[in-house]
């Protein structure tokens, strides 16, 4: 600690030690010892007192032990030219101020000395139950004591709005030179009192002392703590209370002293001057003692040293904004523009920055905004780029809240987003749009709900959103090398390399019986939640989409089956799904991407399923369709319930065509498991690891019950049947033409034993 600051604090602690002894001894000479000694309207005698020694001061003799001990605490004043271990000296000098201010206001309501004019005074045990339980629930994120004056009325009155808009509570007082913010507020029509988040403590630097023990008091009233049990109570302080002092104008030596006493608290110190600085942490959560000269900034700043997390009520953006509205889709018809999917280019990313890179709220739109497009024109390129800030923010972090953009984008009504990074798709309807929502609300919702939802990691946030096509086109390339370098982080990860799975269920406000079970070799469903981003993002939220699963007992190796996975399926599918197979296609396989040239069956017809997303997206009646699948081994008709269309998850994969001798074929990402039969027994292979001459095991047999599509209804239009020989065509033709269409071949291999 800087010799400067601590011989200011100790010089301090010294005058009002010697204040508090001259004006009690005062008191008890004229009153006599057995005078009574209180505040108004609280159980906890003085509070400080009560706090940090278990003292009960209800007379004026019982206030001597008190100011005793207070002295007690009193280091020598550092010499000029010798250093000395200073910060335990000018903590101990700041227990003393808070415990003789303390002395000195009580004995100031003795003498009908206070509340002072136009201030509130002590703070009573009600005020403090109805709104002190506010500052440790994280209703209130935290309170801000303003001692001083600023340099005119409009920085004053600016930086009180700053922190109102923050919903954090303002304690004013204290002066310089006479003059008090309390006066600039006043001069300005600011209107102060509890309902208004401002409240006005004394005109002085002692009587600063009543926030101080109304945070305090926190300790003993919510914390459960017990008087006396000092250490206790200032450790609460640090880490429930989240308030800090901020000191507009030169600071004096009493000034030092009551924030040495705060920073005890836990509370750091922020000032407008050129004063020396005390940055390392433990007392504090971050810096002790830090100054901001530009008042632009000083509020950001207050709340970043404090870790202050400020959370927006409500967000200003014209249309209804809740999770309720995330499953909505606009249509064709409802439409007014739209970003990405087929209609134009656009992506959004996430990047984190240092602290004094963001301006916390700010929005920025470089381009053209939606009231300027053109009327017959339905799109519009986009890029919608969040940076973020905080102590505790990690890049590990970054994908997972860059996915947090489809959510918060979907809960305002009348908006539609569907995919990630490069690939996502965006509408806005005509309604939205009537009723006032620009780009700009983007950015709003932005900063809300990431203050809202990740605040312990988050500490700013500023978004950037990009409309120029040329713009856009030189950021994607530095965007996909970052979603790629995210990727190759798993490279060398095997699911036998870790002990832990992850689940998924993003995707369950649209497909409530959707699960995910997340590997470190399958990405979930959507393509871009990795095995490490779920791990990263249950760190961030424990409670949150993405949770662990220990993979313990082994069902079945080959399948790849745990007890675990099984059960957890189970229960968050809503019972709907009884088991998984992590790798297989063929016996209770997971949702699983295909390539858009497959074909599949749905509504009795063999279609490529690319084809079949296309015709119906942006719709919904995709939803009246059933697709052929396989459930519990067997296969089944069953209703489409979402559908989404993505890139290959990384750009420097390729996919793998496996061709078999007797014509089948398979498109496959690299990491594809196929059940193999090799000399060693049968194993699952990756796509990219198969070999020339590997046998692939196939389905041997189609157990369909239910209605499917005729043999004929496959045969090619220009094929052509005589008459003379339709009686000729049995059941056995086609079963024949069956086996051909779908295993290519008719022949049964003796040395594979029995498999087709």
Same mark, same amino acid.
């Given at each position: ?358 301006? %916390?709220?700010?929005? !920025?739109? @470089? +381009?053209?905004?939606? /009231?300027?497009?053109? $009327?017959?024109?339905? *799109?519009?390129? &986009? ?100 979603? %790629?370098?995210?990727? !190759?982080? @798993? +490279?060398?990860?095997? /699911?036998?390399?870790? $002990?832990?799975?992850? *689940?998924?269920? &993003? ?122 699948? &396989? ?126």
């Amino acid at each position: 600690m800087s010799r400067i600051v601590a011989g200011a604090a100790i010089r301090g602690a010294n005058t009002i030690a010697q204040q508090a002894e001259e004006f009690l001894q005062r008191a008890i000479k004229e009153k006599g010892e057995s005078q009574k000694i209180e505040f108004p309207e609280t159980a906890f005698y003085l509070p400080m007192a009560n706090a940090l020694l278990g003292a009960e001061v209800k007379t004026l003799k019982d206030a001597l032990p008190i100011l005793a001990h207070a002295k007690s605490l009193l280091p020598q004043v550092p010499a000029d030219k010798l250093w000395l271990p200073y910060l335990g000296d000018a903590l101990d000098a700041g227990i003393a101020t808070l415990l003789c201010e303390e002395i000195i206001v009580a004995l100031r309501y003795l003498y009908n000395e206070e509340p002072q004019k136009d201030c509130n005074g002590f703070f009573t045990d009600t005020i403090m139950r109805t709104l002190g339980i506010q500052l440790v629930d994280g209703r209130m994120p935290g309170f801000a004591a303003i001692l001083g004056a600023a340099p005119d009325n409009k920085i004053a009155v600016g930086i009180v709005r700053e922190l109102q808009q923050r919903n954090i509570l303002i304690f004013v007082g204290s002066q310089v030179k006479g003059r008090s913010i309390i006066d600039q507020l006043l001069e300005e029509n600011v209107q102060m009192g509890w309902d208004n988040y401002i409240v006005p403590y004394g005109r002085d630097t002692i009587s600063a002392i009543y926030p101080l023990n109304w945070a305090i008091r926190s300790a003993l009233t919510f914390g459960g703590i017990k008087p006396g049990q000092a250490k206790k109570c200032l450790l609460y302080t640090k880490e429930r209370v989240f308030a800090f002092g901020l000191v507009l104008g030169e600071l004096d030596d009493i000034k030092y002293a009551t924030g040495a006493g705060a920073i005890n608290m836990g509370f750091p110190i922020i000032a407008d001057t050129d004063i020396p600085e005390i940055k390392p942490s433990g007392i504090t959560t971050y810096e002790a003692l830090v100054k901001e000269l530009d008042y632009k900034k000083i509020v950001p700043r207050c709340i970043e040293v404090r870790g202050v997390k400020v959370k927006v009520s409500s967000i200003p953006i014209p249309v209804p904004y809740a999770a309720a509205f995330e499953g909505e889709r606009v249509r064709k018809e409802q439409l007014y523009v739209e970003f990405g999917g087929k209609a134009s280019l656009a992506f959004e990313y996430l990047a984190t920055k240092n602290l004094d890179e963001i301006e %916390d709220g700010k929005v !920025e739109i @470089l +381009g053209e905004d939606i /009231d300027q497009l053109e $009327d017959d024109k339905k *799109s519009m390129p &986009l890029a919608i780029v969040v940076e973020v800030a905080g102590r505790k923010m990690q890049r590990d972090f970054e994908p997972i809240l860059e996915r947090q953009i489809h959510r918060f984008v979907n809960y305002a009504m009348g908006l539609m987003h569907i995919g990630q990074r490069d690939m996502s798709w965006i509408r806005i309807s005509k309604d939205a749009f009537n009723k006032g929502f620009r780009l700009k609300h983007i950015g709003l919702i932005m900063h809300a709900m990431f203050h809202q939802e990740y605040s312990a990691i988050i500490d700013k946030v500023q978004v950037i959103i990009y409309t120029r096509l040329p713009d856009i086109e030189k950021l994607l390339p530095q965007a996909k090398q970052v979603f %790629d370098e995210r990727d !190759e982080r @798993l +490279g060398g990860m095997t /699911d036998e390399s870790t $002990d832990t799975f992850y *689940s998924c269920l &993003l995707c369950q406000s649209f497909a409530p019986n959707h699960v995910c079970i997340i590997t470190p070799e399958r990405l979930g469903l959507c393509g871009s939640i990795s095995w490490l981003d779920a791990k990263a993002s249950y760190e961030i939220n424990p409670t949150g989409p993405n949770q662990p699963i220990a993979k313990g007992e082994f069902l079945d190796e080959r399948l790849g089956q745990w007890k675990s996975t099984n059960d957890f399926v189970y229960q968050r599918s809503n019972k709907s799904v009884e088991k998984v197979s992590m790798y297989s296609l063929m016996d209770s396989p997971q949702t699983s991407c295909v390539v858009s040239d497959t074909q599949v069956v749905i509504d009795n017809e063999v279609l490529n399923i690319g084809d079949f997303i296309d015709e119906h997206r942006g719709g919904q009646d995709y939803a009246k369709s059933q697709a052929l699948t &396989l459930n519990k081994e067997k296969s089944v008709s069953e209703k489409i319930v979402a559908m989404q269309r993505f890139e290959l998850p990384n750009s420097k994969n390729k996919l793998f065509k496996v061709a078999t001798k007797s014509g089948a074929e398979i498109i496959l990402t690299p990491k594809h498991k196929l059940a193999i039969d090799r000399p060693e027994g049968l194993k699952w292979i990756k796509a990219m690891h198969l070999k020339k001459g590997d046998r692939v095991i196939s389905l041997k047999k189609l157990d369909i019950k239910e209605r499917i599509p005729d043999i004929r209804n496959f045969i090619p239009e220009n094929f052509y049947v005589p008459a003379e020989c339709s009686h000729l065509i049995k059941k056995e033709l086609f079963y024949l033409m069956g086996l051909i269409a779908s295993d290519g071949s008719v022949f049964r291999r003796a040395d594979v034993s029995g498999r087709n």
